[in-house]
């Protein structure tokens, strides 16, 4: 088998016998692979580290496409995240981002713009001093406009008439205008749907300046976790967001 090199995001780990763990890794070349690592348990190894989520490390592997685990040779870090592994908020929120890429990525088809995106998110959140949930909004927003699911935010997709308000309609799955409502429905005042356009049209570097109350804190909160409910398979039942929210009550 050929050795192979990439950039990679630890998403998950599993024990293997007394020595060896199983991790899935998102990488940039690869998209998503599930690497054993022999004997990286034990007091010699010195590579068990490298298998806890949230690392971004240089991943050295042996590959065969036609294997479903591939075989680890060695890693280093590529950015430690040191203030994520001290900070239980950072590290919530570390956890539910490589989370929602384990439940949203599928398969080995690798798509550098999400690697690049959930790396620099991990980044950011690891050198912030405030603002993790616009981070973290602004990581969800962007995921979906990756996976071509970003709603609709100028005009209702129905009539098309301009929204000022609007309503997540469960019919649709998408926002709507009071009109054209089908089955049960969230409204969302014109101040939430100005913060979803602000942080669809905002970068990193340009979070601090989005404004947001309470009120609207609140219907964001409850309308991305829905329309990602309804969008993406899987995430009915996201542990690391629950976790995540009862931390930040």
Not at 15 to 33: H, M, Q, V
Not at 142 to 166: D, F, M, V, Y
Not at 196 to 213: P, Y
């Amino acid at each position: 088998m050929p050795l192979e090199s990439t950039s990679a995001i630890v998403l998950k780990n599993f024990p293997y016998g007394d020595t060896s763990k199983i991790a899935r890794f998102y990488t940039r070349d690869f998209g998503k692979l599930s690497i054993i690592g022999k004997g990286v348990m034990s007091s010699k190894a010195l590579q068990g580290s490298y298998f806890e989520p949230i690392n971004c490390i240089n991943l050295n592997f042996y590959y065969n496409p036609k294997r479903q685990l591939q075989i680890f040779s060695k890693a280093e870090f590529n950015n430690p995240l040191i203030s994520i592994k001290k900070d239980m908020k950072k590290l919530s929120y570390g956890f539910a981002i490589v989370e929602l890429i384990d439940r949203t990525v599928t398969g080995q088809e690798p798509n550098k713009e999400l690697y690049i995106l959930t790396e620099n998110i991990l980044k950011a959140i690891d050198r912030s001093s405030g603002n993790l949930n616009r981070i973290f909004w602004y990581f969800e927003i962007k995921l979906l406009s990756i996976l071509g699911l970003r709603p609709h935010l100028a005009n209702c997709p129905q009539c098309n008439e301009k929204l000022h308000t609007a309503f997540f309609s469960l019919g649709y799955g998408e926002l709507v205008c009071g009109k054209c409502i089908s089955g049960s429905a969230r409204e969302l005042s014109a101040g939430t749907l100005k913060v979803i356009k602000n942080l669809s049209e905002s970068n990193l570097n340009s979070l601090d300046s989005i404004q947001c109350n309470s009120v609207e804190r609140k219907e964001f909160g409850h309308f991305i976790k829905e329309y990602l409910r309804y969008h993406v398979e899987g995430l009915q039942d996201v542990r690391s967001l629950r976790v995540m929210e009862s931390i930040l009550r």
